[in-house]
T-cell receptor
Framework: SQQGEEDPQALSIQEGENATMNCSYK?????LQWYRQNSGRGLVHLIL?????REKHSGRLRVTLDTSKKSSSLLITASRAADTASYFC?????????????FGGGTRLMVKP | DVKVTQSSRYLVKRTGEKVFLECVQD?????MFWYRQDPGLGLRLIYF???????EKGDIPEGYSVSREKKERFSLILESASTNQTSMYLC?????????FGQGTRLTVV
């Protein structure tokens, strides 16, 4: 079952522009994570935001979380061609393994040089 | 750095074969997971393990089994491979919140 749903499914921008991806989820969470996947590779953790945080920054990444709307956004500023990848939000499933995650369908980002 | 290593990047197997996908992590994590990833379906959890010899089914366990005899190793077994098991398989491990992924195994069943 997919807890998170990303929007848009695909995004194409020019280098230097900002990219914004959105994620909606269904149940209450204590944190939300964003991962990146280069084509044909595994996922890499980008950032985690806790339910008591509204915004978090890491380098060119800015994540927001609105628990009242059950939504999160990932903003990549000043994008580069190397940012081309798929981006997934992930939420905990609430069981024995705190890092057992449910992933959204992902946003495919293409940054054109 | 945490390292999660999957034994193969690419595999081609025949229908009916027994297939073993191996995953090893080097950070003494208790939790390990197997996902499969298909276009349009995202990542779906097959099995997870929260301790040696402990396992629980995920969302799509049918046709798969797992083995965790040692903490660092988590194996996914396709008892009798079928063409609908052609997919990208991703192993992950973790302690509390963040999951660390291997590079993935692209399995083709012909």
């Amino acid at each position: 079952s997919q807890q998170g749903e990303e929007d848009p499914q695909a995004l194409s921008i020019q280098e230097g522009e900002n990219a914004t991806m959105n994620c909606s989820y269904k149940t209450s969470i204590n944190n939300l994570q964003w991962y990146r996947q280069n084509s044909g590779r595994g996922l890499v953790h980008l950032i985690l935001i806790r339910s008591n945080e509204r915004e978090k920054h890491s380098g060119r990444l800015r994540v927001t979380l609105d628990t009242s709307k059950k939504s999160s956004s990932l903003l990549i500023t000043a994008s580069r061609a190397a940012d081309t990848a798929s981006y997934f939000c992930a939420t905990p499933r609430g069981n024995k393994a705190g890092n057992m995650l449910t992933f959204g369908g992902g946003t495919r980002l293409m940054v054109k040089p | 750095d945490v390292k999660v290593t999957q034994s193969s990047r690419y595999l081609v197997k025949r229908t009916g074969e027994k297939v073993f996908l191996e995953c090893v992590q080097d950070m003494d994590h208790e939790n390990m997971f197997w996902y499969r990833q298909d276009p349009g379906l995202g990542l779906r959890l097959i099995y997870f393990s929260y301790d040696v010899k402990m396992k629980e089914k995920g969302d799509i366990p049918e046709g798969y089994s797992v083995s965790r005899e040692k903490k660092e190793r988590f194996s996914l077994i396709l008892e009798s491979a079928s063409t609908n098991q052609t997919s990208m398989y991703l192993c992950a491990s973790g302690l509390n919140t963040e999951a660390f992924f291997g590079q993935g195994t692209r399995l083709t069943v012909v």
